[in-house]
């Protein structure tokens, strides 16, 4: 997993849905949302972006820092 950041749609909590994510100097819209879950640290997502890429997010909320791997 590497250091991201992440853009979020925050409504009745943190990090409701990740919406964008800024991966090797690009930004990426997140396109859907195919699983949420929630961990010991924070919450957790695989997201689908633009030209089918899809990502695994993970929000450590500790350190209150994301990171993400490419699947």
Sequence with gaps: MEAVSVECYSGARYAERPVALMWHGERL??????RAWQTPGGLAFVVRVAGDCRFELAY???RDQWSARSL
């Design 29 to 34: 819209s997140v396109e859907s949302v195919e």
């Design 60 to 62: 450590d909320a500790s």
